[in-house]
T-cell receptor, first 113, second 113 residues
């Protein structure tokens, strides 16, 4: 079955360490996105990529980095520069041509202590 | 920048009754899409319904329908014959020419017996 896989489901890190969240899709979608979800704030866009080897900053990109070396993969690195990294992270993809709905992964809950 | 506002943090409905969730948005674009997503306790984001701005007819999907008022920039979701499985967070979202989704802060819907 086609879909988006985020791993791991739960991730724990010590403050000051970088951590990379995985996102893989087999939907043959061109566009991929990373969102952060905090209580009472909905989903906020971190980074998005509409094509391989290209990506753009979203609304809250500071302290994060991404790469898009393959169409299927869009990993997100939470760096030590991110002041409040503890959150629920959602990866999504879309066809990318025109306006199309997003398909979401199951998310990764990151806890930094 | 586009904004999406959901003014009802929580709503409650009795099983089999009808409930309407509110959403307003702000944009200067004329071509855009609006979506309602459902997030159950599993935290998986599920597309409920979508509306193209150029279509005057309100979208419907089984028990879910929208009231799209383009001039008022309003996009409410009506759930008929509410079921226990409808209990979830509901997010209104907007996408336009920038091809990225902007979400509201969500409405938590409780369904009671």
């Amino acid at each position: 079955d086609g879909g988006i896989t985020q791993s791991p489901k739960y991730l724990f890190r010590k403050e000051g360490q970088n951590v990379t969240l995985s996102c893989e899709q087999n939907l043959n979608h061109d566009a991929m996105y990373w969102y952060r979800q905090d209580p009472g704030q909905g989903l906020r866009l971190i980074y998005y990529s509409q094509i391989v080897n290209d990506f753009q900053k979203g609304d809250i990109a500071e302290g994060y980095s991404v790469s898009r070396e393959k169409k299927e993969s869009f990993p997100l690195t939470v760096t030590s520069a991110q002041k409040n990294p503890t959150a629920f992270y959602l990866c999504a993809s879309s066809i990318g041509q025109g306006i199309s709905p997003l398909h979401f992964g199951n998310g990764t809950r990151l806890t930094v202590t | 920048a586009q904004t999406v506002t959901q003014s009802q943090p929580e709503m409650s409905v009795q099983e089999a009754e009808t409930v309407t969730l509110s959403c307003t948005y702000d944009t200067s674009e004329s071509d855009y899409y609006l979506f309602w997503y459902k997030q159950p306790p599993s935290r998986q984001m599920i597309l409920v319904i979508r509306q193209e701005a150029y279509k005057q007819q309100n979208a419907t999907e089984n028990r879910f329908s929208v009231n799209f008022q383009k001039a008022a920039k309003s996009f409410s979701l009506k759930i008929s014959d509410s079921q226990l499985g409808d209990a979830a967070m509901y997010f209104c979202a907007y996408t336009g020419t920038a091809s990225k989704l902007t979400f509201g802060t969500g409405t938590r819907l409780q369904v009671t017996l």
